[in-house]
């Protein structure tokens, strides 16, 4: 039996245990913004124009991984959903779901990546909610984060607007995120040196807003990977996307992994990666912008659009042509 | 490292049995080269099976009577350069056992691994799909131990497999039709509703057909 002192039903009664819970875990860390006081809402100061509003809820397993854990990924997951529509994040919640049983200091490492990343990011965990449900009724912990952002200028997003000759770009390595919590889970037994690629993706957008009349598209490739999003967006269309195999970053590890489990990288989740459709006029300035900052250093432009009607093909490295399909079933559950 | 069953034994425990069902290749390949339907020109030879079981366990399929047998790994390089290996024995009136997988795969295989299957394991009868019984191809626990085989502990009953209703997976592996000539394809079998295992796996002939026919 350990000895580390752990989450008790009590702690999510609302009675004593609850609020000494909340005074050392949550105000200590997130105590000093509109969380102070801990008001039923946060009421916050809004003079922009238009609001960009996400949600989304993190059951990685495991909880923690190489390069990260569940709470970095909460913050980093939201703060990118709201950057990828052209927003600029500015507030969380933070709703936690904690298994009876999780050991506190666990949580507590969780809690202090948590306030790490909204540092760093420049957001305020502003309103939140903490549960506890019995052993067995979750796995560890489970936290919805949802963001609140000001809509940037001159961003006008939409898949419509993606047209023939349009260039396909990447911010970086694909997949590391996937292949590390898939590396660290107890029961596939690979060594690698392979981390996780969760990181804000905010300030990679900030830098190219000169140019954002001619973002056709942006998104982060989580669940299901460049595959899904790029299958989505043509999905339908009178456009298809031609992908070039050898210009794909992708790290030593992914590669390896890749090989050895026989997973296709193209199907397995970035969490900290930005996938854009641009006009080719702005594409050799934005990889520029992209290459000078750590998170954009590997930019790559991967591909274009052409008139391959709702499918997404790729130049493979053996000089063939292959189908990327939509991921189909459970490749790697409880990824984000 | 020693094998699971001699691990148990050695503990004394009487609550642990295993359920298999192994397979061996070699006796696959026999059937496959004297069904008098078939006309096998070559055998790409499985990557991970002959890491176990060595590349000169093709030997028998080659010489005089055989075909050439390329033993190829997974990566689409890997399978050009043995594809390529073939059709140059063809050419060449060759019929040998090349490895275009030698970083994994050697002549003798995994000598550690075969032992061990030796010691606890002995050919038996096994069924396959599109071939039926095939005598020996198959392997289950020696007599030995055989208070570790769960058939025999639990008087469990394997029942013969039934094929749905249309399913030709059996005909398609064994590559007497292509997939679009069976009934079921694209129309009762899709990849994401699949009846048969060769529409299932990304690595089914039905489930690649498919993909591309569209």
Redesign the interface.
């Known amino acids: 039996m350990s000895s580390e002192p752990t989450i008790q039903l009590a702690h999510g009664g609302g009675g004593r245990m609850s609020r000494a819970l909340i005074q050392s875990e949550i105000i200590s860390r997130f105590g000093n913004g509109p969380l102070a006081g801990l008001p039923d809402a946060a009421t916050l100061p809004w003079t922009g124009k238009k609001l960009i509003f996400t949600t989304d809820s993190y059951v990685v397993q495991p909880l923690e991984f190489p390069g990260g854990n569940i709470g970095d990924m909460a913050v980093h997951g939201t703060v990118n959903d709201l950057a990828v529509c052209g927003g600029i994040p500015k507030w969380l919640s933070m709703g936690l779901i904690i298994e009876e049983g999780l050991s506190i200091p666990t949580l507590q490492r969780i809690l202090d990546s948590l306030k790490k990343a909204a540092d760093c990011c420049d957001v305020m965990v502003v309103t939140g909610d903490t549960k506890v449900v019995g052993r067995g009724q979750c796995d560890g912990i489970f936290i919805n984060t949802s963001g609140i952002g000001e809509a940037m200028d001159g961003f006008a997003l939409s898949p419509e607007r993606i047209a023939k000759g349009d260039d396909v770009i990447v911010s970086g390595n694909i997949a590391d995120h996937g292949f590390a919590v898939l590396a660290a889970r107890k029961n596939i037994n690979i060594e690698s040196n392979l981390k996780s690629d969760t990181a804000p993706v905010h300030r990679l957008v900030q830098t190219i807003q000169p140019y954002a009349g001619d973002v056709k598209f942006m998104r982060d490739p989580t669940r299901g990977g460049l595959a899904a999003v790029l299958n989505e967006l043509v999905e339908g269309r009178n456009t298809g996307i031609r992908l070039n195999e050898a210009d794909i970053p992708f790290s030593t590890g992914t590669r390896a992994l890749s090989?050895t489990l026989?997973i296709d990288p193209l199907h397995v989740a970035s969490e900290g990666r930005i996938v854009m459709i641009c006009s080719p006029r702005v594409s050799e300035a934005i990889l520029a912008k992209w290459k000078t900052s750590k998170e954009g250093a590997d930019a790559r432009r991967i591909g274009t659009v052409n008139a391959d009607k709702g499918r997404v093909t790729i130049q493979?490295?053996?000089g063939?042509l292959r189908?990327v399909?939509v991921p189909?079933g459970e490749l790697l559950p409880r990824i984000c | 490292m020693p094998s699971i069953i001699q691990a148990a034994a050695n503990r004394g425990l009487n609550n642990f049995s295993l359920l298999t069902a192994f397979k061996l290749v070699p006796p696959a390949l026999k059937a496959l080269m004297t069904d008098p339907e078939l006309r096998i020109d070559a055998f790409l030879c499985p990557a991970h099976v002959s890491a176990i079981i060595g590349s000169d366990a093709y030997k028998p399929f080659t010489g005089p009577t055989g075909v050439p047998c390329v033993v190829a790994g997974?990566?689409?390089?890997d399978i050009?350069l043995a594809i390529d290996g073939i059709l140059s024995q063809l050419v060449a009136g060759k019929a040998e056992v090349e490895n275009q997988y030698s970083r994994v795969v050697k002549p003798e295989g995994n000598m550690k691994a075969k032992a061990l299957m030796e010691r606890y394991l002995e050919p038996v009868d096994a069924r396959w799909r599109g071939l039926g019984l095939v005598p020996d191809s198959g392997l289950g626990i020696r007599r030995e131990f055989e208070q570790f085989d769960a058939e025999k502990k639990h008087g469990i009953k394997v029942e013969k497999g039934r094929e749905p209703a249309g399913c030709l997976c059996g005909e398609v592996i064994k590559g007497k039709i292509k997939p679009a000539a069976c009934p079921l394809f694209g129309t009762g079998c899709t990849?994401?509703h699949a009846v048969g295992p060769c529409m299932v796996s990304?690595e089914g002939s039905c489930a690649a057909y498919y993909?591309?026919s569209r």
């Open positions: 090989e026989g493979t490295i053996s063939g189908v399909d189909r | 997974f990566e689409p390089l050009l990849p994401d990304s993909k591309y």
